[in-house]
């Protein structure tokens, strides 16, 4: 089992977000600590971060397995979350 911690930047965009979504992203970011990387996720070039696409929006987060520590750090729409 991990950990999950949320950065409060990524707290701030699951506030921004409309509520259905906002829901179903933080039933997602609950399911990390149980399987931090699920056949969906995909790993972003050039780093060792993950992203997880629930609807039109993106989960980008970092796995830690020697503290077994999943840190989600951004939520955004996915024209917006890779740049």
């Known amino acids: 089992m991990y950990r999950v911690r949320i950065s409060r930047r990524a707290i701030k965009?699951?506030?921004n977000l409309p509520k259905g979504y906002a829901r179903l992203?933080?039933?997602?970011?609950?399911?990390?600590?149980?399987?931090?990387?699920p056949p969906d996720a995909k790993k972003l070039r050039r780093t060792s971060d993950c992203s997880l696409r629930v609807g039109?929006?993106?989960?980008?987060?970092?796995?830690?397995?020697?503290?077994?520590?999943?840190?989600?750090?951004?939520?955004?729409?996915?024209?917006?979350?890779?740049r």
């Open 56 to 82: 039109m929006y993106r989960i980008l987060y970092d796995v830690d397995d020697e503290t077994r520590t999943v840190t989600v750090y951004r939520v955004k729409h996915r024209r917006e979350a890779y």
């Open 13 to 15: 965009d699951i506030g």
């Open 25 to 37: 992203i933080s039933q997602h970011i609950d399911h990390l600590g149980e399987n931090p990387r």
